[in-house]
Every structure is written in C-alpha cells, then in structure tokens.
C-alpha cells in the first residue's frame, strides 16, 4: 500500500490515479498514523512550502514522514515534496526574499540546503519566464544513461511537465537535470529508496507513466 500524504492543500486524484494505474494499491491520507505503516509515500506537489510544512507539523506527517525514510520505506517526493525534502524553503515565509533569513520555513531535513526562487534572468542576461511551465527535458548530471532506478528503461533527455517557481540545491543527491534560466536538479536521490521530482510524473504521459510503475516495482522488491 503507498500512502498519498494529504495537507489539505490541493486535489490529489491525478495522483491517485497515476499510482493506481502503474499497479499501487493507493490510500490517499492526512493521518501520520496511516503513512507510518504504509509500504511507500507519495508526497505531492501542492500549495506553498510554509503552508504545507506548517500543516504537515500539525498533523504529525513531518515527523512520521521522516521516520519511514530514515528506516528505508520508498519515499517519492513531486514537486512541492521534493522542495520539502530539504532543510528550508523561502516560499511563503515572511523573508522570502532573503535566503539565509531565520524565518525560512522547516523542512524534513533529509537533504541540506534551502529551496530558492528560479531566477528570471540567465546569467548572459537573458530573460526567462518564471514559473517555468510546460515540457522540458531531463538528463542525467554526468553525460551517459541515468543511474537511479526511477528511471529505468527511460532515455536521458526524456520530456516530463515542469509547473514551478523554486529550485532545490544541487549537490552530491541530484540524479537528474533540467536547464531553464538555470541548470537546476529534476530529480534527487537519497540512500536506495527516496526520490524526488521536480516535474509532475502524474501529467507527463508515457514517461511520467514510467516513472511511477518505476517506483511502484521499487516498492514491492522493498
């Protein structure tokens, strides 16, 4: 059984249904309880990072949510929770615009570093719409055949659907790239079984379809 985390903060059925459809038994569900007995966690990519983090405290889902990755449950996290996958984030808190603020909102912590704004300018000047909608392709962070298993069978530089204003880090966990006004990560990867990514699996046809029973197979050989 994957639990979809539910913080009550946006429609979670084109989730649902993707999950279903890769072969998941799925239980969509706002109860910690629930999601630290559950066999995966899908946590989806709705709302503001301070709101989601804010209600995910109260209901206990922060701390049940790191408990099961810390004793090696399949985590995936898309878009919103791949940013909570980090220590910080400036969206939605009263500094936003400042990245070392202390008002940052809280994260799970299991990657270091603060989601940021993407920037609209590129580094030649050039500028950039943002949010950075529509199809975009991801590749690996080294040339060659991507690594990690969320992506097995899948060519690198496959398209997915992108719909984000912030960017993670980059460092050692990134699995996967996508340039825009910058190179950012798509994908993360911490020990063998929790992902995050940036795009949306759940509307990114064939491939995103690939992504999810990727993930599904990852939680049944758990």
């Known amino acids: 059984m994957i639990a979809v985390v539910d913080y009550h903060k946006g429609n979670l059925l084109s989730v649902e249904r993707g999950l279903a459809a890769a072969g998941a038994e799925v239980l969509v569900t706002d109860d910690a309880g629930a999601i ?3 066999e ?5 990519g709705v709302g503001a990072f301070a709101d989601a983090s804010a209600t995910m405290q109260e209901l206990g889902q922060l701390e049940a ?9 399949p985590f995936l996290g898309i878009c919103l929770g791949m940013h909570l ?9 009263p500094d936003e615009d400042d990245e070392e603020s202390s008002h940052n909102a809280r994260g799970l912590a299991v ?27 991801v590749v690996p962070p080294a040339s060659g055949s991507f690594a990690c298993p969320l992506f097995e069978g899948i060519p690198a530089g496959e ?9 993670v880090p980059d460092g050692p966990f990134a699995v996967g790239m996508t340039a825009h006004s910058v190179a950012f990560p798509s994908a993360v990867q911490y020990g063998k079984r929790c992902f995050g990514v940036q795009f949306h699996p759940e509307k990114s046809s064939d491939a995103g ?14």
């Open 36 to 38: 630290a007995r559950a």
């Open 85 to 93: 996958l980090f220590e910080e984030g400036v969206e939605g808190a």
């Open 111 to 137: 990657l270091p570093g603060v989601v940021v704004k993407m920037p609209k300018l590129a580094v030649d000047g050039r500028p950039f719409k943002v949010p950075h909608v529509g199809w975009n392709t």
């Open 40 to 44: 995966g966690i899908v946590l989806p």
């Open 209 to 222: 379809a690939a992504v999810l029973r990727n993930f599904v197979r990852i939680v049944e050989g758990a």
């Open 65 to 73: 949510v790191r408990a099961r990755i810390a004793a090696g449950v």
């Open 159 to 167: 398209y997915f659907y992108f719909t984000h204003s912030y960017i």
